[in-house]
């Protein structure tokens, strides 16, 4: 097999390794150079000497050699020297954009030499932990990994948030194509024809003009769905699958170092993990709310949606932790949640109210990170409320005809990826956790 | 821990499962029903009274249960007998579009219901975990995964197959935008900036009108990116990783069962474990097509590139396994390839040929499965090489401050992945492995 690994042992005393150097330190007659080599350790200190380099070493410059461990000249210390350099090439000085300390808001305009940076480097090799973390923690519970067209042809819940596709080729498909903001619909065909629990794990796109520190035009969705599982179960599963991502990411050394790496605290997660998230209806949310005295921007009320700020005040005010919030009404969500009874609640408003088996999941300092439901399996109330949300039933034939082919009750959640990174890893931006950030007018 | 998968073992006589029914008998006073539970195990046999079901049982329906084992009345088998019907949905024989032994032809076009069928089940089961072994061995080899964008603002290599991308809002980008047809040239930045070995894994698109059964309009790209490699280390790598993933598959019961239910023999699969790949110079391989006397539809010219049937006749004919074939002319591959001696072979031709570090791995039944090669490092020669091929260096000035800012040699190959699991499990046909497959006129 060929190594082609950035630190490779030769024998006992001899490395070949090649990174960018990281600091530069004078001797009379030799070069102290610092070297990043690969993203998972402390750079390397090694000794050259003045004549093995052509001209002075430069931050960020390549360099591939071969060292030698030997004693210092005390005897105290063990030191790495350069033997033979394989490979030398210059980062001019004048080319370097960055610099130290820069605030994120101006590395971000340097997209590519932010790489350069040891935070950068942390980032993206934490998220692929996450990632991988999430794979493993979703295949202990069972579900199997399957793929949804990105490539789609109902612009989605006609929220028009969509981008359209456009090929030279005239009538390239027999429909207009648009890009997927979510997989859920045909993954409910894949769970309920396959009848086993799945998840997607895959890019979600959104024309969606806001340029907040929470939303990108793409971003990773994980989306399970579950045969037979009720709301209790549903989120007693995110709950879970939360968890053990986080205690996975905890439980890892080189983790723990990109942590300390970010100036992240740990400890800060363990919130995440060592305590029972809130669970509390829509309806006791309102009271919460409306009880508090404080004075929101939007004042809460029964019937309508949560603003962030509701949701934030709930999650870090009012409980500390991360905080379900379940059963909102059926008319602020989407047509495909399981109804439940509509209801009186004569401590707010004699006018009932029909709500849905729906369920969110609200996390300090980000707000919604997770919404959820147990789907509507029957094929006469779906068709209702498809009416009632002015949407056309002969767009979706196929997810009716699941509710008449041996139709179950079932359920799921949607859970941006990006977002669940910056949680977990404190970073304040979304155009941070991507190398290369997409979003309204980049 | 909410417990969601299909079979729960309850105690040691009882379990609780649900599934779809997939055979019927009857007895006097009882049916006998297999049901599908999961796709990874055969179907199970149950017992029902008939007074347990409202209606006679028929295919497909969905059962969700609890059941006991008994002894059978001779004593001699064990049989599960279906104790409480938790949740019972019938499906309407009317409404079944597949049959027994449909050709895939047809069941291609019952896109949803052919997700009913053993086969397709087992596809999907077997699609994750090829791509579950693929990470796995991508690790191993110390590749970091990483994310390119899928939105992205050059009309790739000038080709022409991209799909443009549109918001309702006008100027929602800075620049047309395009969905990507290969994260090679932002991953580069990412490998060039860390100086770390990567790969990617995720979506790629294509506008291309062809109908055959190696295209589709979305697929997954696996493409590895290495600092410091030179064309014959590349060529071991790919090998030894085509060579792990298989081998994983062929250590893995489950898998060994999948290929089982596909009649997919795995001695078949061995010939790419067991033996060396070929490798042979582009020129060698044109030099064994004009002298084996066959008649190809196009004549092998020097200088040329080669046809599906002259790479078939290579890798099925002429070699009988799996084959690289390096250095290909400049003028037939892409900008990026490192240029290399242009050189007269006298035998030939007494026209000098400029070839580049490239190299494509043919595979019987598929030809060309990945393409590779060594990237051009040197900003000079890759501003002329863009010239030549009517690009602008404009284009991609970020490509190329790369090749200014401590520039070093590096390579990497693209494999598409739904090819190669068509390869793996002996499936004919590229819409056969994605559940929603997206073509040219679907």
Do not use: N
């Amino acid at each position: 097999m060929s190594d082609v690994s950035c630190y490779v042992r030769l024998d006992d005393k001899r490395v070949k390794c090649y990174g960018r150097i990281s600091r530069i330190g004078k001797r009379p007659g030799f070069w102290f150079l610092k070297i990043r080599v690969g993203c998972y350790s402390d750079d390397i200190q090694v000794i050259v000497k003045k004549e093995q380099l052509d001209s002075p070493p430069t931050m960020y410059s390549t360099i591939h050699f071969t060292a030698e461990k030997k004693r210092s000249p005390d005897g105290l210390t063990e030191e790495l020297h350069i033997e033979k350099i394989l490979y030398y090439s210059p980062f001019d000085p004048a080319d370097v954009e960055i610099e130290y300390d820069m605030p994120p808001e101006l590395l971000r305009q340097k997209e590519s030499q932010r790489l350069l940076t040891r935070k950068y480097q942390t980032i993206l090799l934490a998220y692929d932990k996450i990632e991988q973390y999430l794979h493993e923690v979703s295949r202990k519970h069972g579900l199997l990994k399957i793929r949804a067209p990105f490539i789609t042809f109902s612009d989605c819940e006609g929220g028009g948030e969509t981008f359209e596709l456009r090929s030279k080729i005239p009538e390239f498909f027999k429909k207009t194509a648009y890009l997927t903001v979510s997989g859920q619909v045909d993954e409910e065909t894949v769970t309920s024809r396959l009848l086993v629990p799945t998840y997607i794990f895959g890019p979600s796109f959104r024309s969606d003009p806001s340029k907040t520190r929470w939303h990108a035009c793409e971003f990773y969705h994980y989306e399970p769905e579950i045969p037979f599982i009720d709301l209790k179960d549903l989120m007693m599963l995110e709950e879970s699958i939360i968890k053990g991502i986080i205690s996975m990411c905890l439980d890892d050394d080189i983790f723990i170092k990109c942590l300390d790496y970010l100036k992240r605290d740990p400890t800060e997660l363990k919130q995440f993990v060592e305590y029972s998230f809130a669970q509390i209806s829509y309806t006791e949310a309102i009271k919460i709310l409306t009880r508090t005295g404080v004075k929101f921007e939007v004042v809460p009320k029964w019937g309508d949606d949560l603003t962030k700020e509701h949701e934030r005040y709930l999650c870090e005010r009012h409980f500390g932790k991360p905080t379900f919030v379940y059963g909102y009404p059926s008319k602020i969500k989407s047509f495909y949640m399981l109804q439940g009874e509509s209801f009186i609640d004569s401590e707010i408003d004699d006018e009932p109210l029909q709500i849905c088996e729906s369920v969110d999941l609200l996390v300090p300092g980000i707000g919604e990170l997770c919404g959820g439901s147990i789907r509507e399996h029957r094929a006469g109330i779906l068709m209702e409320i498809m009416k009632t949300k002015g949407l056309d039933p002969k767009d979706y034939e196929e997810y009716l005809s699941l509710r008449q082919q041996g139709t179950f009750p079932h359920g799921g959640f949607g859970m941006g990826f990006d977002r669940f990174v910056m949680l977990i890893l404190g970073v304040d931006h979304i155009r941070d956790v991507a190398p290369f950030p997409r979003y309204y007018k980049c």
